[in-house]
């Protein structure tokens, strides 16, 4: 990392994978512990837990290119499952490791998000972002923001957003840099090698072979978006190599799939 970027706060989205592995929180939250030098904001998802839950409340859920169709009649047992349980459950390991987490929404984090179609419900995007005045406070007072990728319109309605795009909205009002954090190393290819980079051409090339599938489609290309919208590089990496007691922010930065145009 280069010395001016050191004041950038770093966002971390964590999705259910790492959720829902007691050991991939325990380690990023012993990293950030290590590294207390830096500001840094978690920004996560939780898509199993609510597939989990709205299974067992007898709802069938479907989806469309990744994103969840979100009912009116659905959207409690989702906010309970994101902003309730998948938030608290993050904080627990963050608290454990002596840090102090504030769990949020998008709202509070400056966030205003708008319906992404009608045939989507109340999916939501992440429209306008506002001076993030609140998360700069908490971060340079020492706490640790934990956002879900639940938003909220002008008008009081809520949103379900996809956790990969909210992290990216962050990522911009912050003018952080970020990392997406999942279960595999990076990116890999048809025979299972780690990727060290990729581009735009790439992206759509192993994305059309569909090498890259499932949820990998939408974080490569969120972090595709997020890539251009910071004019930066972007990495996908694994818990995995948090586990590594010497490891530095700026090692972690290069382990992993780096996603850029630059
Ligand atoms: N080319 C690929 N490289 C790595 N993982 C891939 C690829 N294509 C599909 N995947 C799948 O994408 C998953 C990561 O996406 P997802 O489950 O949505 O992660 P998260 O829960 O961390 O947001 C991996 O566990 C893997 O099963
Ligand atoms: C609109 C939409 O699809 N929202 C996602 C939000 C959670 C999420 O993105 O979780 P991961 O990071 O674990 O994938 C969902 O309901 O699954």
Known sequence: MEDNDTQKPIIIKIGGSILKNPNALDSLFSFINKNKQFNWLIVHGGGNVVDSWLN??????????????????????????????????????????????????????????KQKNDALKQTGFCDSTSEPLLLTHLTTSGYIPIICSIGFSQMGEWFNVNADEAATAIAKSTNGKIVFLTDVSGVLDQHQTLIQKLNEDKINDLVNKEIIKDGMTVKVKEALKASKVLKDGVYITGWQILKNADLSFSDMNQLGTLVSEF
């Open 56 to 113: 067992k409340m007898g709802y069938i859920s479907k989806k469309h290119d990744g994103l969840r169709i979100s009912s009116k009649e659905e959207m409690p047992i989702i906010v309970g499952a994101l902003a309730g349980y998948a938030n608290k459950k993050i904080m627990k390991s963050a608290i454990k490791f002596d840090l102090r987490p504030i769990g949020l929404s998008l709202f509070e984090a400056g966030i205003n998000v």
